[in-house]
Every structure is written in C-alpha cells, then in structure tokens.
C-alpha cells in the first residue's frame, strides 16, 4: 500500500512543523499521478497518526494536475494523466511537470490564538 510512504512523508513535515503543538487539522496536496486512496491515506494516517501531535485531526485533500505544455503549439492543460499527444494540435513532444508533488499545505493548531503570552499569571 503506497498511500502509508506518503502519508509516513507527510507525518513527517508536520512534527517538524508543529514542534509539538497538537495539530487539529491540516491540508495535504497530493499529485494526480500517484493515484491516492483516500480510504488507505485515510487508513494510513490513522494508524500512523496513533500517539503523534496529529492523532485525531482532520485531514483535507487537494489533488494537484500534471501539467502538460505542447512544444509545438504551446498550449498549456492540467490533465489527470500523462498525456501521448497534445489535445489541441496532436504534437507528441510535450513537457510535463507537478502531478507527483505531496506537499503539506496548511496546519492547524490547537490553541493557535494563544501564541501572545503576556507573562501573567494564571
Ligand atoms: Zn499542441
């Protein structure tokens, strides 16, 4: 199951980012062409996520398109697959680029509106 080396990967950026905070959601982008099961990232992360700063939170997805450019006419597609010719002229030397990115977008923190500490006591 390729979806628990992503989900491992992208666990990964959010310790890091989080630095122990706990997290209580967060936005992963994931290119088309890895072809991820929510269901298993779903099922991934939650038994990755066990015991972590992220066990529990809530997590969002953006599948990101690959980018095909024609050299020939140079129109530019997101397309969901690589592609063998360019949709608009039929040219066959295309450059592609992103669809295989996993990027952590965003995170939420728990208790994020309580980062100005004032010093008092409480
Ligand atoms: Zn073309």
Known sequence: MHELGLCESVLNAVEKRAAGRRVTALRVKIGVLHRVSREAFDAAFTVLSTGSVAQGAAVDYVVSPVRVRCRSCDVVVG????????????????????GDEVLLESLELEGATKTDSSGLPS
């Open 79 to 98: 397309a969901d697959d690589l592609l063998a010719a360019c949709l608009t002229c039929g040219a066959a030397e295309l450059d592609s680029e992103g």
